[in-house]
């Protein structure tokens, strides 16, 4: 089983930064793909970022590309959302995910586990 914990949320102005964590634990996650997705109140879950086991390919959701960059650190097990000119409609609670595969994948029914999500808010 792997367990993932999300940080680094909170209220940041529109045009502000943020950067997430997702620390995993209970087993190595070197060979699995990454992804990051968020969920707006009444909206679908939807894809915003992922990267494969070895950091070498991403790939991002249209709403963030030029913005968010997704990286990890195998050696920390832990991946990283770096959140740059965010807006208002970025308010959502991002929730980070592992897929067993090598990855990345944007589909999210292929992702394995997932943490309980970290809150971000943008005001305007």
């Known amino acids: 089983q792997v367990q993932l914990v999300e940080s680094g949320g909170g209220l940041v102005q529109a045009g502000g930064s943020l950067r997430l964590s997702c620390a995993a634990s209970g087993r190595t996650v070197s060979s699995y793909g990454m992804g990051w997705f968020r969920q707006a109140p009444g909206k679908e879950r939807e894809f915003v970022a992922a990267?494969?086991?070895?950091?070498?390919?991403?790939d991002y959701g249209d709403s963030v590309k030029g913005r968010f960059t997704i990286s990890r650190d195998n050696a920390k097990n832990t991946v990283y959302l770096q959140m740059n000119s965010l807006k208002p409609e970025d308010t959502a609670v991002y929730y980070c995910a592992a897929d067993t595969a090598w990855g990345p994948t944007v589909l999210l029914r292929n992702y394995d586990y997932w943490g309980q999500g970290t809150q971000v808010t943008v005001s305007s």
């Open positions: 990267i494969s086991a070895s950091g070498s390919r991403t």
